[in-house]
């Protein structure tokens, strides 16, 4: 893996790389080269701990995954499968979950970067530099994520038995189907983002300030649990939408713009069909927050070191 690798690398090399990049006078960085080394290389950083994040909570939490998405499908859990066979399409979230992870912490972690540095006077507040990086780094995401869900959710709705039918599928749909789920996926994600990530830095950064210390990773864990939940019930009528989109029902739905599904949903289900799932889905995001966050946050602390603890936890 990329991380044995790097952590076999010669003294020499870390020692190189530090030659390359000194660090300032002023500045502390770990004694140990294989920390230093991280240290400077942030963007593969956030690149490595979002691929391990991504993998573990996908691992632990694919079940409820799957439960949600026959619940949410025409029919319900029984007309989708019921409770059986819960693991359907694990092949397909694993396979996508590291990279589409890895893509969205380091093209988040860069955005926040560069959107601080072309504000040089900060007069952006932070809630809204942290929006405009989760909003972008979900946009980046879905390149690897619309075609691996749409692979994922054939699956675990019983529509297909194997992958190979479900990756039929979606060469059948070519661009016009990818587009139509990418759009239904960008428009779940991002304002799923848009509202986490401000609130899971402001939430850490206002707890750090009043116990006057950085957190711990079970501290950042349980306030992405929490921020996970609240966003993901908010956002439970786009993901409905998102999953009947990728499920393909309905011809005449799937032509729909977001507010005409809508609509549709509603003149049929009424408003408990736009929140079928909801607690399921909100159980899940806030499980998946406090394992997702937790796991990134504890990696880049184990790839950085504890000396640089400070700016991971907002303190």
Not at 33 to 38: F, I, L, Q, S
Not at 127 to 156: D, F, H, M, Y
Not at 261 to 276: A, K, N, P, T, W
Request: proline share 5%.
């Amino acid at each position: 893996s990329t991380v044995s690798v790097l952590y076999c690398m010669s003294s020499d090399s870390a020692h190189s790389v530090l030659q390359q990049n000194p660090p300032m006078a002023n500045e502390s960085l770990p004694f140990d080269p294989w920390k230093r080394w991280w240290h400077n290389a942030p963007y593969l950083t956030s690149l490595t701990a979002g691929g391990v994040a991504g993998l573990t909570v996908d691992a632990a939490l694919f079940p409820l995954d799957c439960l949600k998405t026959r619940l949410q499908a025409t029919g319900g859990v029984h007309a989708a499968g019921g409770y059986r066979g819960l693991y359907n399409g694990i092949s397909a979230a694993l396979a996508g979950s590291v990279p589409c992870s890895a893509l969205f912490f380091a093209t988040y972690e860069g955005a926040k970067k560069q959107i601080q540095l072309l504000d040089g006077e900060d007069r952006l507040p932070e809630w809204c530099v942290c929006a405009s990086a989760a909003a972008t780094g979900e946009v980046v995401a879905c390149n690897v994520r619309v075609p691996t869900e749409i692979i994922k959710q054939q699956l675990q709705a019983g529509r297909v038995q194997t992958v190979e039918e479900a990756a039929n599928i979606v060469r059948q749909n070519g661009m016009p189907g990818f587009a139509r789920a990418f759009k239904a996926t960008a428009i779940r994600d991002v304002p799923f983002s848009v509202l986490q990530y401000p609130m899971y830095e402001g939430a850490k950064r206002s707890l750090s300030n009043y116990t006057k210390q950085p957190l711990a990773v079970w501290q950042a864990a349980c306030v992405g649990a929490c921020t996970g939940f609240v966003s993901a019930f908010i956002t439970t009528p786009l993901d409905v939408i998102k999953t009947r989109v990728m499920l393909g029902e309905s011809s005449s739905q799937s032509s729909h713009s977001t507010l005409g599904f809508m609509r549709s949903i509603l003149s049929v289900e009424g408003v408990g069909g736009l929140f079928r799932g909801s607690l399921t889905r909100a159980t899940w995001m806030g499980l998946g927050g406090l394992i997702f966050l937790g796991s990134y946050e504890q990696c880049k602390l184990f790839l950085v070191g504890p000396d640089e603890k400070s700016e991971f936890w907002g303190s």
